[in-house]
């Protein structure tokens, strides 16, 4: 079993930058991949980016160049740097984790994680 906590969620300004945190527990030795989804009220959850245990990382077209993932393997945290916010990345954003080993094709991740986060909220004011 593995138990993520995300932390960081908030309210800010468009243009202006919010990072969220997770927090892994447990199996983690298991993990092969972490991600962070978003769901907005009323559509399905999707997914956001990616980091493999090898470094590697995957984004959603829409925040190429905003969004950055990274990890520390120390703590045993995966973050989500959010710069340039606007109203549209509003949503619960949801750590996941998986144990499956990574097949090269990051397909395996859109639809769903092993291991969920409770959420936390991001909140962008026009």
């Known amino acids: 079993q593995v138990h993520l906590v995300e932390s960081g969620g908030g309210l800010v300004q468009t243009g202006g930058s919010l990072s969220v945190s997770c927090l892994a527990s447990?199996?983690?030795?298991?993990?092969?991949?972490m991600g962070w989804y978003r769901q907005d009220p009323g559509r399905p959850r999707v997914l956001v980016a990616v980091?493999?245990?090898?470094?590697?990382?995957w984004y959603k077209e829409s925040v190429k160049g905003r969004f950055t993932i990274s990890r520390d393997n120390i703590k045993n945290t995966v973050y989500l740097q959010m710069n340039s916010l606007s109203p549209e990345d509003t949503a619960i954003y949801y750590c996941?984790?998986?144990?499956?080993?990574?097949?090269?094709?990051?397909?395996?991740?859109?639809?769903?994680?092993?291991?969920w986060g409770k959420g936390t909220l991001v909140t962008v004011s026009s």
């Open positions: 996941a984790a998986d144990q499956r080993t990574a097949d090269g094709n990051w397909k395996q991740y859109y639809d769903a994680m092993d291991y």
């Open positions: 980091i493999t245990v090898d470094g590697n990382t």
């Open positions: 447990g199996r983690v030795d298991s993990i092969t991949a």
